[in-house]
C-alpha cells in the first residue's frame, strides 16, 4: 500500500507525456499483435489462412483504425528522480496498455482517465494517474500510410468474401444483389478512411506519477489540464506554470492533514488519514459496490482472504483499478502477499499461467467474451466479470464468518447513503438495455476499448443524479424502455460548491461512506482477532537469529488458537491462518519486538485496546455473537472536518522564466512543452519547505511519512522476503524487459518457488500428523485437528493443481490435473486395446511393471489370506469415475489425490504420470515444471515421506459412497476343525454405520459385499447356528479389506466357537486393528505412525503386553498399571474435538482395553481354573454372588447401609440377569465384557467393585493375596474408575444388541 521512499515530499514525483512518435510513423506494436494472434490460433480462428505476417504484427484481418500501433513516451519531466527511477517501458506500457488508437470525425473521442501502479521487488509502489483524449494528426506521411493500409485492407476483404461465395460468376453476381454488398457497404461505412474526405485523429496521454494514491486530485488536475487544450480561450497562464507547480512546489500533506493545490481553473484539494486511522485510500468504494453488488463483492473479499487466483475482466481499465484497490484495502490489517497487476499489458497475457496466487485485472475485447477466455489455471480461480455483474467461485470455499449479519450491517451503511445493495445499472432489462446504450459504440465496431463513447458522459451523470436515477426508476416499473439518449455533458457551472466544504457534496458524500465501509470491514477482524497476540509464540533468541531461523520456527500457536474460536468460525479460520499474508502479519508483530511497528499493525492493535478498554467484554470475546461497529459517524467526522477547514495551501502557479514564442497556444493541440524550466524545482529550496518552524519539525514529517509509508528495504526486509515469500518477490512481473530470457528467468522462479512450497507444506502435514510424538515442539501432545489436516490436505491439492496447470498447452475442463489424468488412461487404454493375445497382454505387463504392484504373494501357510490388492493408477481413476456423488473435474482430482494419500500410493502414481515423456512433451510447454526434470525427482521425494503417517482423508470425506469389501474367515489349521458343518454370519461395523447380519455361504471362508461407506472399521460379530455334526469352530481371526483404499483389519479371535468347549460361545464380538501392508517397492519402508489404537508410551506397552502373553503372569503392580493406562485414553478421548475422538469400543473391549485391564484384576487370585475337568470363569464368580445378593439375609448391619448395599445390589442383579436372558449365544467372557461396558456407561463400576469385594462368595473362589481381597487396591481401584463419571460413554449397537434393561 506504499510508496517508494521516504526522501519523496513532494506531490507528484513526474508528469509524462505519451502519444505517437511522428519521426518513427506507425510502428504495429509487435508483441500486442503476436497475442492478439496467438489468441485467434488458440479460440480455433484461421487455422487454414494464418496470419499473413504475424512477425510484423501486421493483421489484415483488422481494419487498420483498430489494429494496435507502437506508443512512445514523448516527455517526462524530471529526467530521474533519485528515490524514484523513471521506468519508461514500464510506464509507456502502462499509460497505454494496447497501444494508440486512431479514430476519424465520425467517431467519439471523449477523454477517458484510468490509473495504474507499479510494484517494486521490495512490495513499495508507485501510483500513476492517465488522462487519454484525441488529437488530429497533422503528419502528412502517417495519413499517407493509413491510407494505404486501408487500400491493403480492402483489397483482403473484397477476395475475402468473394472467395468464400461460389465460384461462378451468376452465384457471385447473386450474392452481391442479395447481402454481401450490403456488409461490404457497412464495412466500408464504419470502418474506413478517405484521406481527402475524413479528418484522423491519435490518442495522447498525459500522466502523473506519484508517491501516494491521490486519485480524486490527480483526476481533478489532468481534467483541468485537457479542458485548458480543448478550450477555445487559451489558459490564464502558460500550462508550464501549472505543471511546474504540481510538480515541485505541492508538498504532500502531512498525515491527519488537508491541503489545497491550484489547477488552471480552480482549487483541487486532497487529504490524508492521521497515524491512527485507517491508511490513505482515495479510489471510491461506492464504484466497486456498484459494479459488483454486495454479495458478490464479499465473496470476492473471500477468496482474496484464502489467497486463491483472482482475474478480473472489464472493457475499462480504470473499472479493473478500482476493484482492486478497493477490494486490497478491505483487507487491513493484512495485506496481499502475491503477484499483484490489476492492469496486466496485452504483451503480458503470459502470466496469466503462473502457477502461484495473483490478483490481475484483464481488459475483455467484447462485452461477452468471457467463454473464448482459455485460462491454464480454473481450479481455484476466482474469475470476475466487471462489467457483466457476474462472479464465478472456485469449489467448496468456506464461507467469511457470520456472513449473513456482515452482509446486512453493510447494505444499511449503503442504504444510507442511498446505494442499493444489489449494486447499480445491472438489476433489470431495462437497466441491461441502458448499459447495452453505454456500450453500444463498443459492442458494434471492436473497438479499441482504450477509449469509450460518449454515451459513458451519460452513464456517470445519472450514477450522480438523483432526478434522472427517479425516472430511470419510472421508466422501468411502466416498462417504458429508451432506445435512445443522449445527454450533453453537464457544465462545469453546474456543479456548485457547498459553502462549507472545499470539495462538492458527491465528493464529500463518496469519502464519507468509503471510510465507513472500511470502517466495518476493518472492525470484523478486530472482534475476530482481538486476542491474537495471546497465541503468538514469543523468540527466545535475537533478532538475527529468529530472521535466519524464520522458516524453521513456529511462530503462532494455531491449535490453541483454534480450539479458542466459536465452532462457526472454525472452517474459514483453519484456512486464513495458513495463508501467506497472516504468516508476514504474525511476523510483523514478531519483529516489532527489535523494531518499530509496522503502521497497519500499528494501528490495529491501538483499536484492539480500545475496544478492550471500552466495552468490559472480555468475557464474551470468543462468542460468535455479531457486534457492529461503533466508530463510523467518528470516521466521517475526521474526514469532514478535514475538508472543511483546509490545513495547508500550495503557493500559487505563477510566471515561469521562459523563452518567448515557444509554447505557444493552439486549440485541440497539447503543446510542446519547455524542457528546460520543468527539468529543475525552483532554486530557493522550496518556500514551502521553509515554512516549517524548525529543522526538527521537518525531520519529524519525514520520519511520519516513513511510518506512513512502511518503506523498510533493510535486513529485515531481505530476510523476511527470502524466508516467508514465494510468489512476493514476482509481485508484478519486470514490464520494462520482456525477452525470451527474461520469461525464462520468470517462470524458473515459479518453478523454485513451486518446488519449496512443496517442502514446507508436506514437512508442515507431516509434523502436524506426527504432533503425537512430536510433544518436544511445545504444543504437548497431537495438536492436529482434523479440521486442521483438511486445510492442509486441500491446500496440497491446490498445490498440485498449480504445479499441474504450469505451462500448460492442451487442457480439458476446469483441472489441470484430471485433464492429464484422462489424457494418460485414454493412451494406456489405447495400448492396452492393441493388445489382444494373453501372451501379448503379460509382455505388455513386463514392459510396465509399475502398473500392477506385482504378481500375487503366495498365500500365507497358515492358510487362507487375502488376494493382495492391485495398485493401479487406472483403476484408482474408475473408482473415483464411479462415485456419482462427484459432479466437477475439480472435485475428481482432488478425490483422486485422497484416495492415493490414503493408499500412500500418491507419489508413486505421479512418478507414473510424471514420466511419461510422450504425453508431457504433448501437454506441457518447455518451461513448465512437469519438464524439469531435478525438480521432478525432488517434488516427489517430498510427496514420498507423507507415506510415513495414516491418512483417512478419503474414507472420512466421502462418507456416502458405495464400497466394496472382501472378508476372510481364518480358522486355525492345525487342528481338524477348519471347516464348519453349521451355517456361520458376520456383521462388519464402522464408525459411520454396520452391515448387519451377512450369511456366509458354506465351506466358503472368503466372500465380498459391497454397502455404504462404514468408515474405519471398529468390530466384527462372527457367529454360526450350532447346527451338523461338525458344529464346533476354533477361529484364528477375521480379514476385512476396503476393496478401494486397500485398508485392511484384523479382527484377532483364537477363540472356538460351539457349545460344549472354551466359554460356550456361538458368537463373538471382535476388536479390530488396522494392519500395515508391507510394500514391495522402495515407498516407506517401515516408517510409519504407531497405531492409533495402542497406548502412547513404549515402556508401558511392553509390560501390558506382557500381561497375558507365555512370559508369565502380571504382578499386582503391572496390572495396576493396565489399569490406570485404559482409564486415561478414555479420559483423553474425551478431551479431543468430537470430530477427532476416532472408536470408543477399542478403548473399552480392545487389546489394553478397560475390558482387558479389569478381567486382569478379576483373574489375579483366581483359584485353580480347572475345576473337576471342567474350567471354571470370572464369569461363573458373577453369577455365584448374584445368586447370593437374591437369596442373602438381611443383618445387623446399620439400616442406611443395608438400603444402599440393597439398592446397589439390586441394580448389579437386574444388569446380570438382562445380559444372561438377551436372546444371543455369547458365551461367558462374552457376557463378562458387556457387564463391564454397561457398568461404565452407567457410572456403576465404582458400586459394583466392592460389592463384590465384600460378598462372602468371594473367599471361596479367591486366594487371601488376591487384588479383590486387598482393601487399599479396592479403594484405589474404586477412585480411579469414578474419573469416568464425568463422560457421556456411548456404546457401539452391536455391543448391546438385544439387551433389555
Known amino acids: ?89 514500464a510506464v509507456n506500457m502502462l499509460c497505454m496498455p494496447k497501444g494508440l488508437s486512431f479514430r476519424t470525425q465520425a467517431e467519439s473521442r471523449d477523454p477517458l482517465f484510468h490509473s495504474f501502479l507499479i510494484t517494486r521487488e521490495d512490495g513499495s509502489r508507485t501510483y500513476g494517474f492517465v488522462l487519454t483524449f484525441y488529437e488530429e494528426v497533422t503528419c502528412k ?36 444483389d442479395e447481402g454481401d454488398s450490403t456488409s461490404l457497404a457497412k464495412l466500408q461505412r464504419y470502418n474506413s478512411y478517405d484521406i481527402s474526405r475524413d479528418t484522423l485523429y491519435v490518442s495522447k496521454c498525459i500522466c502523473l506519477i506519484t508517491p501516494l494514491p491521490f486519485m480524486q486530485a490527480c483526476r481533478k488536475f489532468l481534467l483541468q489540464l485537457h479542458k485548458a487544450v480543448s478550450s477555445q480561450q487559451p489558459p490564464p497562464l502558460p500550462l508550464e506554470s501549472y505543471i511546474h507547480n504540481v510538480l515541485y512546489e505541492v508538498p504532500l500533506p502531512p498525515p491527519g492533514r488537508s491541503l489545497k493545490f491550484s489547477g488552471v481553473y480552480g ?198 443524479n438523483e432526478t434522472l436515477a427517479r425516472l430511470q426508476a419510472l421508466a422501468k416499473r411502466t ?111 514478531i519483529v516489532s519486538l527489535w523494531e518499530e511497528k509496522d503502521p497497519l499493525l500499528r494501528v490495529f492493535d491501538s483499536r484492539i485496546e480500545k475496544m478492550k478498554i471500552y466495552s468490559v467484554r472480555i468475557p464474551t470475546l470468543r462468542s460468535s455473537n455479531y457486534q457492529k461497529c461503533t466508530v463510523l459517524k467518528e470516521a466521517a467526522q475526521a474526514i469532514e472536518q478535514r ?69 523498510d528495504n ?210 506441457y510447454k518447455r518451461y513448465a515444471f512437469l519438464r524439469c526434470e531435478d525438480e521432478k525427482e525432488q517434488f516427489l521425494y517430498h510427496l514420498l515421506s507423507l507415506n510415513a503417517v495414516d491418512y483417512f482423508c478419503f474414507t472420512s470425506v466421502f462418507t456416502t459412497i458405495m464400497i466394496p469389501y472382501r472378508a476372510v474367515i481364518i480358522p486355525i489349521k492345525k487342528l481338524s476343525n477348519s471347516i464348519t458343518t453349521s451355517n456361520p454370519w458376520i456383521s462388519v461395523s464402522g464408525e459411520l454405520g454396520d452391515t448387519g447380519v451377512m450369511q456366509v455361504p458354506k465351506n466358503v471362508l472368503e466372500m465380498t459385499f459391497e454397502c455404504q461407506n462404514l468408515g474405519k472399521l471398529t468390530t466384527v460379530q462372527i457367529g454360526h447356528d450350532n447346527s451338523g455334526l461338525l458344529a464346533k469352530w476354533l477361529v484364528d481371526c477375521v480379514m476385512v479389506r476396503n476393496e478401494i483404499t486397500g485398508h485392511t483389519y484384523r479382527f484377532p479371535c483364537g477363540r472356538w466357537l460351539g457349545k460344549g468347549v472354551d466359554d460356550g460361545s456361538l458368537e463373538r464380538i471382535l476388536v479390530g486393528e488396522l494392519i500395515t501392508p508391507v510394500v514391495e517397492e522402495d515407498l516407506s519402508k517401515q516408517c510409519r505412525t504407531p497405531p492409533q489404537l495402542r497406548s502412547p508410551t513404549v515402556t508401558r506397552r511392553l509390560s501390558i503386553t506382557s500381561l497375558g502373553g507365555k512370559t508369565g503372569k502380571p504382578n499386582a503392580g503391572q496390572i495396576q498399571e493396565g489399569i490406570g493406562e485404559s482409564i486415561n485414553n478414555i479420559v483423553k478421548h474425551f478431551h479431543k474435538p468430537e470430530k477427532e475422538r476416532g472408536s470408543l469400543t477399542i478403548l473399552l473391549c480392545g487389546e489394553y482395553g478397560l475390558v482387558s485391564a479389569l478381567e486382569q484384576v478379576f483373574h489375579h487370585g483366581f483359584k485353580s481354573a480347572r475345576l473337576f475337568q471342567k474350567n471354571v470363569f470370572i464369569w461363573d464368580f458373577i453369577e455365584k454372588a448374584v445368586t447370593y445378593f437374591e437369596t442373602a439375609e438381611e443383618d445387623e448391619e446399620s439400616q442406611e447401609n443395608l438400603l444402599q448395599l440393597k439398592a446397589c445390589s439390586a441394580t448389579f442383579c437386574q444388569y446380570v440377569n438382562a445380559i444372561t436372558a438377551a436372546p444371543r449365544n ?43 481381597r486387598d482393601h487399599a487396591t479396592v479403594n484405589s481401584l474404586i477412585r480411579v474408575l469414578q474419573t469416568l463419571h464425568e463422560f457421556n460413554i456411548t456404546l457401539e449397537a452391536s455391543l448391546v444388541k438385544g439387551i433389555d434393561l
Open 479 to 589: 416498462g417504458v424502455t429508451v432506445e435512445k439518449m443522449e445527454i450533453a455533458p453537464p457544465p462545469a457551472a453546474a456543479k456548485e460548491k457547498d459553502t462549507k466544504c472545499q470539495c462538492s457534496e458527491e465528493e464529500l458524500r463518496d469519502y464519507k461512506l468509503t471510510v465507513q465501509l472500511r470502517e466495518v470491514f476493518a472492525n470484523r477482524f478486530t472482534q475476530m482477532f482481538a486476542d491474537y497476540e495471546a497465541f503468538v509464540i514469543q523468540p527466545t533468541q535475537d533478532m538475527d537469529s529468529w530472521l535466519t531461523n524464520r522458516e524453521q520456527m513456529q511462530n503462532f500457536d494455531k491449535a490453541s488458537f483454534l480450539s479458542d474460536q466459536p465452532e462457526p468460525y472454525l472452517p474459514f479460520l483453519s484456512h486464513f491462518i495458513e495463508t501467506q499474508m497472516f504468516a508476514t502479519f504474525i511476523d510483523n508483530k
Open 643 to 711: 475538508l472543511v477547514k483546509i490545513d495547508h495551501t500550495a503557493i500559487h502557479p505563477h510566471l515561469l522564466d521562459m523563452k518567448i514564442g515557444q509554447g505557444k497556444y493552439e486549440q485541440g493541440f497539447f503543446p510542446k512543452l519547455q524542457s528546460d524550466v520543468l527539468s529543475t524545482g525552483p532554486t530557493n529550496n522550496n518556500r514551502w519547505a521553509n515554512r516549517s518552524a524548525t529543522a526538527q519539525r521537518r525531520k519529524d514529517r519525514l520520519r511520519q511519512h516513513s511510518e506512513h509509508l512502511a518503506l
Open 714 to 923: 533493510d535486513l529485515k526486509e531481505k530476510y523476511i522476503q527470502e524466508a516467508r515469500s514465494i510468489g512476493k518477490n514476482l509481485r508484478q512481473p519486470k514490464l520494462s524487459d520482456l525477452s525470451p530470457a527474461v520469461i525464462a528467468q520468470t517462470n524458473w522462479k515459479f518453478v523454485e518457488g513451486l518446488l519449496k512450497e512443496c517442502r514446507i507444506k508436506t514437512k508442515r502435514m507431516l509434523v502436524e500428523k506426527m504432533g503425537h510424538e512430536a510433544v518436544e515442539l511445545g504444543h504437548g501432545e497431537a495438536n492436529i485437528t482434523g479440521l486442521e489436516e483438511n486445510t492442509l490436505i486441500a491446500s496440497l491439492c491446490d498445490l498440485l493443481e498449480r504445479i499441474w496447470s504450469h505451462g500448460l498447452l492442451i487442457k480439458q475442463g476446469k483441472s489441470a490435473l484430471w485433464s492429464h489424468l484422462l489424457h494418460y488412461q485414454e493412451s494406456e487404454e489405447k495400448r492396452e486395446a492393441m493388445v489382444e493375445t494373453p501372451g501379448e497382454q503379460m509382455s505388455l505387463y513386463k514392459k510396465r511393471p509399475s502398473l500392477a504392484a506385482g504378481p500375487e504373494r503366495r498365500r500365507s501357510d497358515s492358510g487362507l489370506n487375502l488376494p493382495t490388492l492391485r495398485v493401479s493408477l487406472i483403476h484408482d481413476m474408475r473408482h473415483v469415475q464411479h462415485m456419482s456423488e462427484i459432479k466437477t473435474d475439480v472435485g475428481r482430482a482432488r478425490a483422486w489425490i485422497r484416495l492415493s494419500l490414503e493408499k500412500k500410493v500418491l507419489s508413486q502414481q505421479l512418478k507414473q504420470l510424471m514420466f511419461n515423456q510422450a504425453l508431457i512433451k504433448k501437454l
Open 1226 to 1268: 455369547i458365551g461367558k467372557d462374552g457376557k463378562l465384557q458387556l457387564l463391564v461396558c454397561l457398568g461404565a456407561r452407567d457410572h456403576l463400576l465404582p458400586q459394583w467393585i466392592p460389592l463384590l469385594a465384600e460378598c462372602p462368595v468371594i473367599s471361596r473362589m479367591y486366594e487371601d493375596g488376591a487384588l479383590l
Open 267 to 464: 482549487p483541487v484539494i486532497c487529504q490524508r488519514p492521521g497515524l491512527t486511522e485507517l491508511p490513505l485510500f482515495d479510489f471510491p468504494l461506492r464504484e466497486a459496490f456498484e459494479l459488483l453488488g454486495l454479495e458478490n463483492l464479499v465473496q470476492l473479499f473471500t477468496c482474496v482472504l484464502l489467497e486463491m487466483q483472482i482475474l478480473l475482466y472489464s472493457q475499462d481499465y480504470q473499472r479493473l483499478m478500482t476493484v482492486a484497490e478497493g477490494i486490497t484495502t478491505l483487507l487491513f490489517p493484512f495485506q496481499w502477499q502475491h503477484v499483484y497487476v490489476p492492469i496486466l499489458p496485452a504483451s503480458l497475457l503470459h502470466f496469466l499461467d503462473a502457477p502461484v496466487p495473483y490478483l490481475m485485472g484483464l481488459q475483455s475485447k467484447e462485452p461477452n467474451d468471457r467463454s473464448k477466455l482459455e485460462l491454464p489455471q480454473e481450479a481455484n480461480l476466482c474469475f470476475v466479470d466487471i462489467d457483466n455483474h457476474f462472479i464465478e467461485l472456485p469449489e467448496d470455499f468456506p464461507q467469511f464468518p457470520n456472513k449473513l449479519e456482515f452482509i446486512q450491517e453493510i447494505s444499511e451503511v449503503l442504504l444510507h447513503f442511498g446505494i442499493p445493495p444489489e449494486g447499480n445499472l445491472h438489476c433489470s432489462e431495462s437497466a441491461t438495455k441502458l448499459k447495452n446504450l453505454v456500450l453500444d459504440d463498443l459492442v458494434n465496431d471492436k473497438k479499441n476499448g482504450n477509449l469509450t463513447a460518449n454515451t459513458i458522459n451519460m452513464y456517470e451523470l445519472l450514477k450522480g
Open 141 to 176: 506521411q502517417i495519413c499517407s500510410a493509413m491510407q494505404t493500409l486501408y487500400q491493403m485492407h480492402n483489397v483482403e476483404q473484397y477476395s475475402s468474401v468473394y472467395a468464400s461465395s461460389s465460384c461462378s460468376m451468376d452465384s457471385l453476381a447473386s450474392s452481391i
Open 1 to 89: 500500500m506504499t510508496s517508494s521512499s521516504s526522501g519523496s515530499c513532494r506531490f507528484a514525483d513526474y508528469f509524462v507525456l505519451a502519444g505517437i512518435d511522428t519521426d518513427s510513423g506507425l510502428e504495429p506494436d509487435e508483441l500486442s499483435a503476436l497475442c492478439q494472434w496467438l489468441e485467434a490460433q488458440r479460440y480455433g480462428r484461421s487455422q487454414d489462412n494464418p496470419c499473413p505476417n504475424k512477425a510484423s504484427g501486421e493483421n489484415f484481418d483488422q481494419s487498420p483504425l483498430r489494429r494496435t500501433f507502437k506508443s512512445k513516451v514523448l516527455a517526462h519531466y524530471p529526467q530521474n528522480v533519485e528515490y524514484n527511477p523513471f521506468d519508461q517501458d
